[in-house]
């Protein structure tokens, strides 16, 4: 494909969904409705489902960065005559600022082109292509719009360069020296409804969103170690929320392989309950208490009445429940990884981890809750009686395994989690009768954990009971106080696991797992600041972090050899993963004395122009 490697995007958001751009100039991905609608652009899939590239004639180089606290993206393009630059942004609704940030969106890309030195021949290659590469639109010019309509879809784009209309695209040259600009303003709008598509001038929407993103950065000033990664991986979440309902995405794409050319590539669109407390936490320590506010808020509406059916385990941004996967056989997936699927039937799985995650973030955002709703109430009552039940019985697992279930360490732990937050929370959401009955249940817990997850032979806790396979999942057992990090047999564990599953600080989740899984090497090193070990930690923290692309992003996963981004792009869970294990650093260097100066940008970490920070 001639798509870039999935590391060689940039992220670009607009609270209802994302484009992703490469180091060419291409924007290979978006979903201008939303994160989870069909795309427009998605050549990361498919050489024929569609890009819009701005770029040189020639050979160049490129160097990029986003304008300081800010998702805009600047590019710049080094040739034999000279130099370029392109700017990059999503539209936010004209004046959006702060908390508003993301609620509507005009749903524009825009892309300003200057000349810096020299001349530089340019060229413009639009090629729409809807319903993820299925249909090609007639392309019509009506005083210098290019408009493509087909179906449910309308895109109309303005251009102050002269574009020629071809079969299912358009194209340009134009030249870019010094001192000159050069604007394209792209629109979508539903073909029934809603008017024609906006196109504001592009310099204008450039400005005004980066004045939106920064308005938002500067009501969030995080005080910890790590501050700029902290800053910017918090921005990089909040390109990932769907402003309307507050959720946060696991990605903005779809596909993208856990191992290139293999199968697992899964659509991540949705929102996980798996990742909430993590989520709730990464926000709260990175000073976004009204976000975590309208998260909790969130889940209590998706979720609706619980008794005694299974929870969902995932939803739609706004809520919806079925996910149902489907293959896009028509697509070739990156660099031939198949199939390509929209919808993910893990909805369907029993994860009985999900229980103590909203519990948890429950009693993490407790004060907000005072008083509690007689619905808030009724759901944490009804997730606590459901952990009490339900704790014995196998599950599908937070890594949702597709062949068959087990009785999965972490999700017993994370019963366990259920059980202690909703005793902990006593009469605000149960009758003493109904606190005992959790509590007893919650001990039942605690020594099934510990007789039937630890093995002698391994010398550590292990990924499901009575078994001797390892599962980096284990390592949440000290991140939700299950055990103390430097319990005698949990010590031991974060060892063996460390040992045997870590390579150039990268942790995989199991032994045949193709990549290290990038929030699993976060959980480790929060796990050895909790453990004492402040140095090890941070050390290892500074491996991880400067794993990050040029623009500070991660993927789901990270070749451990090659060190290859692979998966979904950017990934919300490794982003929560740094924020959450650099405050646990932080705490544990005030616990128990910073040994060492506060760090800086790990070496080889993203020095962006700025980057959320």
Request: proline fraction near 4%; hydrophobic fraction near 45%.
């Given at each position: 494909?001639?798509?870039?490697?999935?590391?060689?995007?940039?992220?670009?958001?607009?609270g209802h969904s994302a484009a992703l751009v490469d180091l060419a100039g291409a924007v290979n991905w978006w979903c201008p409705p939303r994160f989870d609608a069909p795309s427009v652009f998605g050549r990361l899939l498919d050489d024929d489902a569609g890009h819009w590239s701005i770029r040189p004639e020639g050979e160049f180089?490129?160097?990029?960065?986003?304008?300081?606290?800010?998702?805009?993206?600047?590019?710049?393009?080094?040739?034999?005559?000279?130099?370029?630059?392109?700017?990059?942004?999503?539209?936010?609704?004209?004046g959006a600022r702060g908390h508003h940030v993301g609620l509507r969106s005009p749903r524009v890309l825009a892309r300003v082109v200057e000349g810096l030195t020299g001349e530089v021949p340019m060229r413009v290659d639009y090629a729409p292509r809807f319903e993820y590469g299925r249909v090609r639109a007639y392309l019509t010019d009506v005083d210098g719009v290019i408009g493509a309509t087909a179906g449910a879809c309308r895109l109309e784009l303005r251009a102050n360069v002269p574009l020629t209309c071809g079969e299912g695209g358009a194209a340009g040259r134009f030249t870019a020296r010094a001192g000159s600009t050069h604007h394209f303003t792209l629109g979508y709008a539903p073909t029934y409804r809603g008017g024609a598509p906006a196109l504001p001038d592009?310099?204008?929407?450039?400005?005004?969103?980066?004045?939106?993103?920064?308005?938002w950065a500067d009501l969030h000033e995080y005080h910890g170690l790590y501050r700029d990664l902290v800053r910017r991986s918090a921005m990089v979440v909040q390109g990932m929320t769907y402003g309307p309902s507050g959720a946060v995405v696991a990605a903005p794409t779809t596909s993208l392989p856990e191992q290139l050319g293999g199968d697992r590539n899964y659509d991540y669109r949705f929102v996980w309950l798996r990742d909430f407390s993590l989520t709730l936490q990464a926000l709260w320590l990175a000073a976004c208490p009204?976000?975590?506010?309208?998260?909790?808020?969130?889940?209590?509406?998706?979720?609706?009445?619980?008794?005694?059916?299974?929870?969902?385990?995932?939803?739609?941004?706004?809520?919806?429940?079925?996910?149902?996967?489907h293959r896009l056989d028509h697509l070739a997936g990156y660099a031939g990884s198949r199939p390509?699927?929209?919808?993910?039937?893990?909805?369907?799985?029993?994860?009985?981890?999900?229980?103590?995650?909203?519990?948890?973030?429950?009693?993490?955002?407790?004060?907000?809750?005072?008083?509690?709703s007689a619905d808030v109430r009724h759901l944490l009552h009804a997730l606590a009686d459901q952990a009490a039940r339900q704790w014995h019985r196998p599950d599908a697992g937070m890594w949702e395994a597709r062949d068959t279930e087990r009785h999965y360490l972490s999700s017993k732990v994370q019963c366990w989690t259920a059980l202690d937050r909703a005793v902990r929370f006593g009469p605000r959401i149960g009758e003493p009768a109904d606190v005992a009955r959790w509590a007893a249940a919650r001990d039942e817990v605690r020594a099934a954990v510990l007789d039937r997850g630890w093995s002698d032979r391994v010398g550590a806790y292990t990924g499901a009971f009575d078994s001797e396979d390892l599962d980096a999942s284990v390592l949440i057992?000290?991140?939700?106080?299950?055990?103390?990090?430097?319990?005698?047999?949990?010590?031991?564990?974060?060892?063996?696991?460390?040992?045997?599953l870590s390579r150039n600080g990268l942790l995989r989740r199991w032994d045949d797992d193709p990549a290290g899984f990038v929030i699993c090497s976060f959980w480790l090193a929060g796990c050895l600041a909790e453990a004492g070990e402040l140095d090890r930690a941070q050390r290892l923290f500074g491996q991880v972090a400067a794993r990050v692309n040029d623009l500070g992003l991660y993927a789901e996963q990270i070749d451990q050899v090659t060190g290859e981004q692979l998966g979904n792009f950017p990934q919300a869970f490794s982003h929560i993963g740094l924020i959450n294990a650099a405050g646990r650093i932080t705490a544990a260097?005030?616990?128990?004395?910073?040994?060492t100066d506060r760090p800086a940008v790990p070496t080889g970490a993203a020095t962006t122009e700025g980057a959320c920070g």
């Open positions: 494909m001639r798509t870039g490697r999935i590391s060689e995007h940039g992220f670009l958001a607009d180089t490129s160097t990029r960065s986003y304008l300081e606290d800010a998702l805009v993206l600047r590019t710049v393009f080094r040739t034999a005559t000279g130099t370029v630059a392109v700017t990059d942004a999503l539209a936010l609704e004209p592009a310099d204008q929407v450039v400005a005004d969103t980066v004045a939106g993103w920064r308005s009204d976000e975590a506010d309208r998260q909790f808020s969130w889940v209590a509406r998706a979720m609706g009445r619980i008794d005694d059916e299974p929870v969902p385990i995932m939803y739609g941004v706004e809520g919806e429940r079925d996910l149902t996967e390509v699927l929209i919808g993910n039937d893990a909805w369907r799985q029993r994860q009985t981890d999900v229980l103590g995650e909203v519990l948890d973030a429950a009693w993490l955002m407790r004060h907000y809750l005072d008083p509690m057992m000290p991140l939700v106080g299950f055990l103390p990090a430097d319990d005698p047999r949990m010590r031991a564990t974060i060892d063996v696991v460390e040992r045997r260097a005030e616990r128990f004395g910073d040994r």
